[in-house]
Nanobody, 127 residues
Framework: QVQLVESGGGLVQAGGSVRLSCVAS????????MVWFRQASGKEREFVAA????????YYADSVKGRFTISRDNARNTVYLQMISLKPEDTAVYYC????????????????????WGKGTLVTVSS
């Protein structure tokens, strides 16, 4: 079972940037695609970005494309989400999750496509 711990959230002004980290432990991390989701207050959890097991492929929701960058360091068991040009609508709790399958990456993930979740980190973007 993969255990995931997110960090890096906080309060940032619109137009600012934040880098989130997600450290994984437990079973092998380097063979699984990793995914970032977010959930704004009163809304459903939504897909943000995914990265393949090797880091060679990345996929983004249209709402964040060009502003967010997902990356990973398998030696450190860590996946990152660099967010720039933040908008108030980016305010949410951000979660990382692992695809339970190995060596497979989807272009888009639903919540039930993953089975390992962190507790999330809150990003608040003020206008």
């Amino acid at each position: 079972q993969v255990q995931l711990v997110e960090s890096g959230g906080g309060l940032v002004q619109a137009g600012g940037s934040v880098r989130l980290s997600c450290v994984a432990s437990g079973r092998t991390f380097s063979r699984n695609a990793m995914v970032w989701f977010r959930q704004a207050s009163g809304k459903e959890r939504e897909f943000v970005a995914a990265i393949s097991w090797s880091g060679s492929s990345t996929y983004y929701a249209d709402s964040v494309k060009g502003r967010f960058t997902i990356s990973r360091d398998n030696a450190r068991n860590t996946v990152y989400l660099q967010m720039i040009s933040l908008k108030p609508e980016d305010t949410a709790v951000y979660y990382c999750a692992a695809d339970p399958r190995t060596f497979i990456t989807k272009h888009y993930y639903r919540s039930n496509d993953v089975d390992n979740w962190g507790k999330g980190t809150l990003v608040t973007v003020s206008s």
